[in-house]
């Protein structure tokens, strides 16, 4: 009896240890879960520190979201329309037409690029490149809308693209998709595209050169000397067959000052209205660097010593002295490297495709030789791309927050049907090990991402627009004939009203609306949608917008506000009459609400509404 009795104590014992382990260690998950989700809390009210500017892939357009929060703020329409934001809808806006003229009105976004001054983030502008089109676009960060569009001739994939440092001098942008060298299909020679200068200010392509092979990522020396590219495929072949006969493919440094001369002697060919540099002729412009094949990222780290090329097809980075050119070391990091990023430690961060990890290595053992330069690793989820620290690309990284940029989501999320969501994680990176904070979904498909501290930028935002020229004032808004088939418009609006808030037109009439919200109180955007016209605008407080419509079928059409602004919301509207086309009606009076029929008085036979 005694002796059931000690075994049952025993197995008590066990059960307690076994059970005390268990609940420790869920414990222990809870609290470290628990100590995560505090550091990316952002309380309701709070502002998060950073902002981070997310390529939006073939969603065209740049997602703006809080670091570490990772809350979504803002998407910027690009170079795809924007019904929420009234972008590029209607054939006659001026933004569609500038779609229109420099590739269509859809792009492939993928490297977002902030302005430096003195090799850090200044918060005026951010450019993103257009794959799909060899477009450029550059987003004013004082109002976070898009204010320049350019086609870039004689290059045809615009790939990777970074600003010089260190005060933004060019933006670089790199031809990915080679072409024969003078365009035509008929040219037998080797297919070759360029990297293009583009004027930060002007937004003018200012000269080009030609690079062998395909040009994929770029960044730029600290002290404005080189801009550097991977290239793969010097093999110049047309399929992936023939893209990896060589063993190895090449880092490209062109030498900035180097080429400004040759520009300035006359040394370039001009086509389609740029100069082209091409590198048999001008020695010294260009370097290619041995690399291994089929590299993918280029980073210069925050001091400017080194500039990194990533392997992809092998397990290493590539080292090479900025200033010799030579490649002083070639570390193994893991499998599938793409992409490296820095903190403000001496430490490198490089994305593992294959391994679905991030591998943290400390610089300056890697060039020493030193066995233990691997300082950490840490798994994502999946197939990571691109990787950003906040600050990496500049000269001052932060070494607090890191973002994975991931390809797959696998099960991370609800389901949603087979297009599942892209899938973001934040890494602790501000201690010796990483520690994984937080993912969020975003919709297609991010690819980099670049951060600027909210202390920097936020004061530089405006929440009501300055006074445009043809804004239309309170009190002075018109309906004009200005011919017998044209009108235009110039209305008003402000809680919750529009004026005039009825007008009247006739069959085959264009009319041109100026709109303007005459709000001074910030928030208080005013939409106008006109059914049935494929007519969306919204109107930050201040903004101005002219656009030229055709007037439709007979009928009344009521517009009204699509953004919601005041108890009375619902009942901002007008109607605008579309009389038939042998209608007697010439103009509406409307500060009378009277219709006016035959000869007005005093009012020529083209007519004039006031």
Same mark, same amino acid.
């Given at each position: 009896?005694?002796?059931?009795?000690?075994?049952?104590?025993?197995?008590?014992?066990?059960? #307690?240890?076994?059970?005390?382990?268990?609940?420790?260690?869920?414990?222990?998950?809870?609290?470290?879960?628990?100590?995560?989700?505090?550091?990316?809390?952002?309380?309701?009210?709070?502002?998060?520190?950073?902002?981070? =500017?997310?390529?939006?892939?073939?969603?065209?357009?740049?997602?703006?979201?809080?670091?570490?929060?990772?809350?979504?703020?803002?998407?910027?329409?690009?170079?795809?329309?924007? &019904? #929420?934001?009234?972008?590029?809808?209607?054939?006659?806006?001026?933004?569609?037409?500038?779609? @229109?003229? +420099?590739?269509?009105?859809?792009?492939?976004?993928?490297?977002?690029?902030?302005?430096?001054?003195?090799?850090?983030?200044?918060?005026?502008?951010?450019?993103?490149?257009?794959?799909?089109?060899? $477009?450029?676009?550059?987003?004013?960060?004082?109002?976070?809308?898009?204010?320049?569009?350019?086609?870039?001739?004689?290059?045809?994939?615009?790939?990777?693209? #970074?600003?010089?440092?260190?005060?933004?001098?060019?933006?670089?942008?790199?031809?990915?998709?080679?072409?024969?060298?003078?365009?035509?299909?008929?040219? %037998?020679? %080797?297919?070759?595209?360029?990297? #293009?200068?583009?004027?930060?200010?002007?937004?003018?392509?200012?000269?080009?050169?030609?690079?062998?092979?395909?040009?994929?990522?770029?960044?730029?020396?600290? @002290?404005?000397?080189? &801009? =550097?590219?991977?290239?793969?495929?010097?093999?110049?072949?047309?399929?992936?067959?023939?893209?990896?006969?060589?063993? $190895?493919?090449?880092?490209?440094?062109?030498?900035?000052?180097?080429?400004?001369?040759?520009?300035?002697?006359?040394?370039?060919?001009?086509?389609?209205?740029?100069?082209?540099? =091409?590198?048999?002729?001008?020695?010294?412009?260009?370097?290619?660097?041995?690399?291994?094949?089929?590299?993918?990222?280029?980073?210069?780290?925050?001091?400017?010593?080194?500039?990194?090329?990533?392997?992809?097809? /092998?397990? +290493?980075?590539?080292?090479?002295?900025?200033?010799?050119?030579?490649?002083?070391?070639?570390?193994?990091?893991?499998?599938?490297?793409?992409? +490296?990023?820095?903190?403000? $430690?001496?430490?490198?961060?490089?994305?593992?495709?294959?391994?679905?990890?991030?591998?943290?290595?400390?610089?300056?053992?890697?060039?020493?030789?030193?066995? !233990?330069?691997?300082?950490?690793?840490?798994?994502?989820?999946?197939?990571?791309?691109?990787?950003?620290?906040?600050?990496?690309?500049?000269?001052?990284?932060?070494?607090?927050?890191?973002?994975?940029?991931?390809?797959?989501?696998?099960?991370?999320?609800?389901?949603?049907?087979?297009?599942?969501?892209?899938?973001?994680?934040?890494?602790?990176?501000?201690?010796?090990?990483?520690?994984?904070?937080? /993912? =969020?979904?975003?919709?297609?498909?991010?690819?980099?991402?670049?951060?600027?501290? &909210?202390?920097?930028?936020? %004061?530089?935002?405006?929440?009501?627009?300055?006074?445009?020229?043809?804004?239309?004032?309170?009190?002075?808004?018109?309906?004009? $004939? +200005?011919?017998?088939?044209?009108?235009?418009?110039?209305? /008003?609006?402000?809680?919750?009203?529009?004026? %005039?808030?009825?007008?009247?037109?006739?069959?085959?009439?264009?009319?041109?609306?100026?709109?303007?919200?005459?709000?001074?109180?910030?928030?208080?955007?005013?939409?106008?949608?006109?059914? !049935?016209?494929?007519?969306?605008?919204?109107?930050?407080?201040?903004?101005?917008?002219?656009?030229?419509?055709?007037?439709?079928?007979?009928?009344?059409?009521?517009?009204?506000?699509?953004?919601?602004?005041?108890?009375?919301?619902?009942?901002?509207?007008?109607?605008?009459?579309?009389?038939?086309? !042998? /209608?007697?009606?010439?103009?509406?009076?409307?500060?009378?609400?009277?219709?006016?029929?035959?000869?007005?008085?005093?009012?020529?036979?083209?007519?004039?509404?006031?």
């Amino acid at each position: 009896m005694k002796r059931n009795s000690f075994i049952v104590i025993i197995i008590v014992l066990v059960l #307690a240890g076994l059970l005390g382990m268990w609940t420790g260690k869920f414990g222990a998950a809870r609290s470290a879960r628990a100590a995560a989700a505090e550091q990316v809390y952002v309380a309701p009210g709070e502002h998060d520190k950073y902002y981070g =500017f997310l390529s939006g892939g073939q969603s065209g357009s740049v997602f703006v979201v809080g670091i570490p929060s990772g809350r979504l703020l803002r998407e910027v329409p690009v170079f795809e329309p924007r &019904a #929420a934001y009234g972008y590029a809808l209607h054939a006659n806006d001026p933004q569609r037409q500038l779609l @229109d003229r +420099t590739g269509g009105a859809w792009g492939d976004t993928h490297h977002p690029v902030l302005s430096e001054k003195g090799g850090l983030y200044d918060g005026r502008f951010l450019w993103v490149n257009d794959l799909a089109n060899g $477009r450029l676009a550059r987003i004013r960060l004082d109002y976070f809308e898009t204010d320049s569009i350019i086609k870039i001739p004689n290059l045809q994939g615009a790939h990777g693209i #970074a600003a010089v440092s260190p005060d933004t001098k060019y933006i670089v942008v790199n031809g990915e998709f080679e072409q024969p060298a003078d365009g035509l299909v008929t040219n %037998p020679a %080797p297919y070759t595209s360029v990297v #293009a200068f583009v004027d930060a200010v002007s937004m003018e392509v200012k000269f080009e050169v030609e690079v062998p092979g395909n040009i994929d990522i770029a960044d730029t020396s600290k @002290d404005g000397r080189h &801009a =550097f590219s991977t290239i793969y495929n010097l093999e110049q072949g047309r399929d992936m067959g023939s893209m990896i006969q060589f063993d $190895r493919d090449a880092l490209a440094a062109i030498d900035i000052p180097a080429a400004e001369a040759a520009v300035a002697a006359g040394k370039g060919r001009v086509r389609n209205g740029v100069p082209i540099l =091409f590198p048999d002729e001008n020695p010294g412009v260009l370097t290619l660097v041995p690399v291994p094949k089929n590299p993918h990222g280029v980073n210069v780290t925050p001091d400017g010593r080194y500039v990194m090329a990533s392997g992809k097809l /092998s397990p +290493t980075v590539t080292i090479v002295d900025t200033k010799t050119l030579k490649i002083v070391a070639e570390p193994e990091v893991g499998l599938g490297p793409l992409h +490296t990023t820095f903190d403000n $430690r001496g430490n490198a961060y490089t994305s593992l495709f294959l391994d679905s990890q991030v591998v943290k290595w400390n610089i300056d053992k890697a060039v020493s030789g030193a066995a !233990d330069y691997i300082v950490d690793r840490i798994n994502v989820h999946y197939n990571i791309g691109h990787l950003q620290a906040v600050g990496g690309e500049s000269m001052a990284p932060t070494g607090d927050y890191l973002l994975a940029l991931n390809k797959l989501s696998k099960d991370q999320y609800l389901p949603v049907g087979p297009d599942l969501p892209e899938n973001q994680e934040i890494i602790d990176i501000s201690g010796e090990k990483m520690k994984m904070l937080a /993912s =969020f979904p975003t919709p297609p498909e991010p690819h980099d991402a670049v951060f600027c501290p &909210a202390k920097i930028l936020a %004061p530089k935002v405006k929440q009501v627009y300055a006074t445009a020229g043809n804004a239309v004032e309170a009190g002075k808004e018109s309906v004009v $004939r +200005t011919g017998p088939d044209t009108v235009t418009v110039r209305m /008003s609006m402000i809680r919750s009203a529009y004026t %005039p808030d009825h007008f009247e037109v006739r069959e085959g009439d264009t009319i041109t609306f100026t709109l303007t919200n005459v709000e001074t109180i910030r928030d208080m955007i005013h939409g106008f949608a006109l059914p !049935d016209h494929n007519l969306h605008v919204a109107l930050p407080p201040g903004a101005t917008k002219t656009i030229t419509i055709e007037a439709g079928k007979p009928g009344v059409y009521w517009y009204y506000c699509t953004n919601f602004c005041s108890a009375l919301h619902l009942e901002m509207r007008g109607r605008m009459v579309v009389q038939p086309k !042998d /209608s007697t009606i010439t103009l509406s009076d409307w500060k009378s609400g009277q219709n006016v029929t035959g000869p007005v008085p005093g009012v020529p036979s083209t007519g004039a509404q006031q």
